[in-house]
């Protein structure tokens, strides 16, 4: 079993910038890809980054150019550097696999972007 804990979401003003960590636990030499999820009011939830575990990236259109997936693989985290916020990006965002979302979820954090 793999744990993960979403963490540093919060309030940020329009074109502001938060860095969100997810620490995962457990049986973690079973995760290659990771990726970040988010799911907005009334929305679907939506993969919009993904990283490979020798540091290939994938972005959705809609954040393409202004959110920058890492990982550290010696700590077992993967984040998400957020610039630009808009006030669409208002979700709670989740880590998880990107392909459909393997492991147990985390509680997520939420971002929310004041216009």
């Known amino acids: 079993q793999v744990q993960l804990v979403e963490s540093g979401g919060g309030l940020v003003q329009a074109g502001g910038s938060l860095r969100l960590s997810c620490a995962a636990s457990?049986?973690?030499?079973?995760?290659?890809?990771m990726g970040w999820y988010r799911q907005g009011p009334g929305k679907q939830r939506e993969l919009v980054a993904s990283i490979t575990r020798s540091g290939y990236t994938g972005y959705s259109r809609s954040v393409k150019g202004r959110f920058t997936i890492s990982r550290d693989n010696a700590n077992n985290t993967v984040y998400l550097q957020m610039n630009s916020l808009k006030p669409e990006d208002t979700a709670v965002y989740y880590c998880?696999?990107?392909?459909?979302?393997?492991?147990?979820w985390g509680q997520g954090t939420q971002v929310t972007v004041s216009s």
């Open positions: 998880n696999t990107p392909s459909g979302g393997l492991l147990a």
């Open positions: 457990g049986r973690i030499f079973s995760i290659n890809a």
